[in-house]
């Protein structure tokens, strides 16, 4: 039904230009200059390449189709990149140029919840909209010692994705270890917490914990390892995790970390356990970097490299896929899908707010309604209508399964049971706690 919903969106931002066309007065040409933090270099390098290709196709596509309207002048789309080096100082850096220099109407994107909270105090002082699609902290949007009405989070709150993990390891998981083993059906799974000591880690640790405290879960937290961002030897913690005695590990962590912090695992430490990890890895290179350490793995999504959720937005996502692999040569991730919405509801936000001036488009972005693209929303449209202006996602859980003919793991969504392809699955290799 909503198979061709992006090029419906396009066509809804051009229309107005047709109208223009009619009156046989030539318009001019202005352009919207959207600013996309994108970690181009350093530890989450893969990621940014995807932010960035992913802005490029959106920005390209609503241009072939002639642009936007804004207030009754055809309108380009012109990306200016900023590269955030995936530190503080290089966000703080981008982002100055970016607004000082280059001039941005607006911003969008923004990986690392520690990167974007250490420049949003500049995207305040300035006014510029931010469009926030990759840092999941809610301390993004709900920090009170910085005016954020002007940010908008396109992206999970690290909140509802914990819960959604920590939900599904108990109503999902837990009963199915617990039967394989012989365990009484009521028995906690007993699991490791592995986070990155940062906004984003410790919410998601927090986050976990609260849910289990909240929905009364039978899930036991009995093991908490911090590590710092962008480190590569995982091995003492590991072991650490493992002496504990573990029936799932639970990372909070990025592509570039959790890919040798799972190798390490199977590999180097004997952690024959199931890993789960949150919905930012969900990268053609994560399946990659992981190969057969990965086998069985768990991935939490919003939008998946390879497997398409049923549902009135499954056309507009193999179509997205599609034409990203043929400009980029490789699927896409999920920040990359992310990003991809972000110019499109830029775009929109211009057109509705007729005007680039940024307390407009700011203004606008607070009640825009975007049918959704290729993410699944609840109530099926891209809003900020909520009080700290956070869209709202459908989340489903994939296991990773080797692809022999491939060469290359591939994913089965699981849950929940209305996107079911296939059913959870415990491998042989697999051991609890206590075997």
Not at 77 to 85: A, R, S, W, Y
Not at 120 to 129: K, R, T, W
Not at 287 to 315: C, E, H, L, M, N
Not at 356 to 372: G, K, Q
Request: aromatic letters at 8%; charged letters at 20%; proline letters at 4%.
């Amino acid at each position: 039904m909503k198979a061709h919903l992006i090029a419906a969106i396009v066509g809804l931002l051009v229309v107005s230009a047709c109208f223009a066309g009619c009156t046989g007065t030539e318009a001019s040409t202005d352009t919207l200059k959207i600013g996309v933090v994108a970690s181009m270099t350093g530890p989450a390098s893969t990621t940014g390449k995807d932010v960035w290709q992913s802005a490029q196709l959106a920005a390209d596509e609503i241009n072939a189709k002639g642009g936007i309207t804004v207030g009754g002048k055809k309108t380009t789309i012109e990306l200016v990149q900023g590269d955030d080096e995936s530190t503080r100082e290089g966000g703080m850096k981008a982002v100055t140029k970016m607004i000082t220099d280059d001039k941005v109407d607006l911003l969008t994107g923004g990986f690392s919840s520690a990167v974007v909270t250490a420049h949003q105090a500049l995207v305040a002082e300035n006014g510029v909209p931010y469009v926030i699609s990759g840092a999941s902290s809610s301390t993004v949007t709900r920090r009170t010692d910085i005016n954020t009405s002007m940010m908008f989070h396109l992206a999970p709150i690290t909140e509802a994705s914990a819960a959604a993990g920590t939900i599904f390891i108990d109503d999902t998981m837990r009963p199915a270890v617990n039967a394989k083993f012989g365990r009484p059906a009521d028995q906690p799974l007993r699991l490791g917490v592995i986070y990155q000591d940062s906004p984003f880690g410790k919410g998601g640790l927090d986050s976990i914990k609260d849910t289990i405290a909240s929905k009364g879960l039978k899930v036991q937290v009995v093991a908490e390892e911090p590590f710092k961002m962008g480190e590569t030897d995982y091995r003492t913690l590991l072991t650490s995790v493992k002496a504990k005695g573990v029936d799932v590990v639970y990372p909070i962590a990025f592509l570039n970390e959790e890919v040798p912090m799972l190798t390490q695992a199977r590999r180097d430490v004997g952690l024959n356990t199931l890993f789960m990890a949150v919905e930012c890895v969900d990268d053609p290179d994560y399946y990659k970097g992981v190969a057969q350490y990965g086998d069985y793995s768990i991935i939490q999504s919003r939008f998946s490299a390879y497997a398409t959720p049923k549902g009135p937005i499954s056309g507009n996502v193999e179509k997205y896929r599609a034409d990203y692999t043929a400009r980029f040569g490789a699927s896409p991730g999920m920040m990359g899908a992310a990003t991809y919405e972000g110019i499109y509801v830029a775009a929109a936000a211009a057109e509705k707010a007729g005007s680039t001036d940024r307390a407009a488009l700011t203004s606008a972005l607070t009640t825009i309604s975007v049918p959704e693209i290729v993410e699944s929303q609840l109530g099926g449209a891209i809003t900020f209508a909520n009080e700290h202006r956070e869209a709202q996602f459908n989340l489903f859980m994939e296991q990773l399964h080797w692809d022999e003919a491939k060469q290359e793991l591939r994913p089965k969504i699981i849950w929940p049971a209305e996107l079911m392809e296939m059913e959870f699955q415990i491998p042989d290799w697999y051991r609890p706690s206590g075997a």
